[in-house]
């Protein structure tokens, strides 16, 4: 059975770092493409960030671009959002999913996506 557990998310101020992580167990981690979306009320779920199987590609949403870091231990089955200078507009949960996709692809769009983990709350206030 594939699990994915987020963990990290909580109340910070504005301009405050975060680091989200995502546990993977019951599949082959490293050979999954990776991704953090999320989803504020209200609103539709929106693509944050996501990394391929051997980490060495990368693709950001422009709202966090700079701001925001994905990264991966394959050996701890863990992927990570390092978040810094959080704005308010960062405020909603905070999901991981995992992908079945060609080494270097970097897929971007949720419906791709065949693993999901029951997200996280991060809220920033000002």
């Known amino acids: 059975q594939v699990q994915l557990v987020e963990s990290g998310g909580r109340l910070v101020q504005a301009g405050g770092s975060l680091r989200l992580s995502c546990a993977a167990s019951?599949?082959?981690?490293?050979?999954?493409?990776v991704g953090w979306f999320r989803q504020a009320p209200g609103k539709e779920r929106e693509f944050v960030a996501a990394?391929?199987?051997?980490?060495?590609?990368?693709y950001y949403a422009d709202s966090v671009k700079g701001r925001f870091t994905i990264s991966r231990d394959n050996a701890k089955n863990t992927v990570y959002l390092q978040m810094n200078s959080l704005k308010p507009e960062d405020t909603a949960v905070y999901y991981c999913?995992?992908?079945?996709?060609?080494?270097?692809?970097?897929?971007?769009?949720?419906?791709?996506?065949?693993?999901w983990g029951q997200g996280t709350q991060v809220t920033v206030s000002s």
């Open positions: 990394m391929s199987w051997t980490g060495g590609n990368t």
């Open positions: 999913a995992a992908d079945r996709t060609p080494p270097i692809t970097v897929p971007t769009r949720a419906n791709v996506y065949d693993y």
């Open positions: 019951g599949l082959t981690f490293s050979t999954y493409a």
